[in-house]
């Protein structure tokens, strides 16, 4: 304490003795930086205390928290510490939308662009492990939820790194107070963020961004749930980690709730890649979506129909419709199916698990999935292994444009032990096959009405055992009349082939493309094992 009573003495008569001139100029140095000091405490506690007064100004559904704020004008820095964000509706006064923050903070605000150029420029604004709970109700419309945050002014504004780090979200159904959506551990980035007005509509545009997120979950129906480990989107690239959509119900349960039939089904995809992408809205109006390539990697699609539940009578479109019909321009060059996995299991009868088909070790190769080509062709390409036996090739191709949805099917199927096919047989039909089909090749070609199948195939010491009503013994009479009218193989025509075709195959609009595949494949295997084989 003593040494600096003696400095500051000595410090004192140095001042005393300086020259007049010197010691005015350190006078005024002095003043100044006491007025400046001064004027930034001033105007760090005029901009806190308008805040202050703004936020208690605000409408009485809309109630802003926190614990302090910290303004620096010198450096254009506005920071809040634990800000609270709670919005309640005008009319139940329930909160609608709720969010907490560790931290909000704007960051290095240009004072000179806001008084030379109208323009307001910031460098950072920053959201801290923000925690935002929504609560959605479908019967308030969308316009209001944009009012309560309506822009009061029109000024072009600029940020240049807008960040989001380590949030979470939820969204409730207000009215059941269910989970609709949820996400944790969000990051999210933008650059070079701009805001202004053009024919009378506030048009955003940015450079780049980032997003990333982990255990999403979103309720995509009444019935069923999609879930994501990790997200990770970025201009070009999106990455999706442990992707899954499933049925929040048990097969037996679903059933109990269904008026009319419903598929339960449990897809799992171990990753999808998306590469070059673009997607925006036109015009600032219509959204699309492109990418040059979207890879699956081992999907595995479970799918359970019980069949004892009503039909339903609605009208099912087939893939060319339902692509043409999508509200939004979607161009995909291609879809990759890596190693995928089908199995679908049909109830017919009570008392059963019913009858199962599968497909193992698929890959498949869609090119032009779009509704916006002309003039070109959507084509899939599948091969997999059918019912763990036999290999299976299909070409499928359709113009979207095309409104009587025609379409081309081509099918190759290799030897395939007729046994196999009992486990969908047997308990559905109540009849079981017994011999080889060494080959079979078929086409269909239709529309959306009718369609045509020409089928050849070769098989040896081909049996039709028609059980009784109990599912396990022979019905040594019925089997013995259909066996009749059934060619035992192949090998008396010519090339070993037995060749079947049906022409106005009609189908039923209330079932799946599926179905009217089965319809032809059915029609073309009775005409070759019935008829006279030849081509």
């Not at 673009?278 to 699609?301: I, L, M, Q, T």
């Not at 009992?422 to 070609?445: C, R, W």
């Amino acid at each position: 304490m003593k040494y600096v009573f003696v400095n500051n003495r000595h410090f004192l008569e140095v001042f005393l003795n300086m020259p007049e001139k010197p010691k005015k100029i350190a006078i005024g140095v002095v003043v100044t930086l006491l007025v400046l000091a001064t004027g930034i405490f001033a105007l760090n506690y005029y901009i806190e205390s308008k805040l202050k007064k703004e936020i208690a100004g605000l409408p009485n559904n809309i109630k802003i928290a926190y614990k302090a704020i910290e303004v620096n004008s010198l450096k254009g820095k506005l920071h809040f510490v634990n800000p609270q964000v709670s919005v309640y509706g005008k009319t139940t006064g329930t909160v609608n939308l709720k969010t907490e923050l560790q931290s909000f903070t704007i960051d290095d605000v240009n004072y000179w662009d806001y008084l030379l150029n109208n323009k307001i420029s910031i460098e950072n604004i920053i959201f801290n492990q923000p925690k935002v709970t929504y609560y959605h109700n479908e019967e308030v419309k969308s316009k209001s939820y944009g009012n309560v945050f309506k822009n009061p002014f029109d000024k072009f504004i600029h940020i240049e790194n807008l960040q989001i780090n380590n949030g979470t979200i939820k969204v409730f159904n207000a009215p059941t107070d269910s989970l609709m959506l949820q996400s944790e551990k969000i990051d999210f980035k933008f650059s070079s963020v701009q805001i202004e007005k053009k024919s009378n509509k506030k048009s955003i545009s940015y450079q780049n961004f980032s997003f990333y997120s982990t255990n999403l979950f979103y309720r995509l129906n009444t019935f069923d749930n999609l879930l994501v480990e990790h997200l990770t989107i970025s201009p070009k690239t999106s990455k999706i980690k442990g992707l899954r959509i499933k049925t929040k119900y048990k097969k037996e349960q679903l059933s109990k709730l269904l008026s009319t039939e419903r598929d339960h089904f449990d897809l799992s995809v171990d990753s999808l890649v998306v590469k070059n992408q673009d997607f925006g809205f036109k015009h600032d109006a219509n959204f699309y979506f492109k990418s040059e390539r979207v890879d699956f990697f081992a999907p595995d699609f479970d799918i359970y129909r019980d069949k004892l539940v009503s039909d339903d009578l609605t009208y099912k479109p087939l893939y060319s419709k339902m692509l043409r019909d999508i509200k939004f321009s979607l161009t995909l060059n291609k879809v990759i199916l890596n190693d995928g996995k089908i199995s679908y299991t049909e109830k017919v009868k009570e008392g059963t698990q019913g009858g199962k088909l599968e497909f193992s070790k698929l890959h498949a190769k869609i090119k032009n999935l779009s509704n916006t080509y002309k003039d070109t062709l959507t084509v899939i390409n599948v091969s997999a292994i059918f019912m763990e036996t036999t290999h299976i090739k299909v070409t499928w191709s359709f113009d979207v444009n095309t409104t009587t949805d025609a379409f081309l099917y081509k099918a190759e199927l290799g030897t395939l032990a007729a046994q196999a096919m009992n486990q969908f047989m047997e308990p559905n039909l109540n009849v079981a096959l017994k011999g080889i089909i060494d080959k079979t090749y078929f086409t269909i070609s239709g529309n959306d009405r009718i369609s045509q199948i020409d089928l050849k195939l070769k098989y040896d010491h081909f049996d039709v055992v028609v059980l009784k009503q109990n599912g396990k013994e022979e019905n040594k009479f019925l089997s013995g009349l259909v066996n009749l009218f059934v060619s035992k193989d192949s090998k008396k025509d010519s090339g070993s082939f037995r060749y079947g075709s049906k022409t106005d195959v009609e189908r039923d609009q209330t079932k799946s493309v599926f179905n009217y595949q089965w319809l032809n494949i059915k029609a073309g295997l009775l005409n070759a094992m019935t008829g006279d084989g030849k081509k």
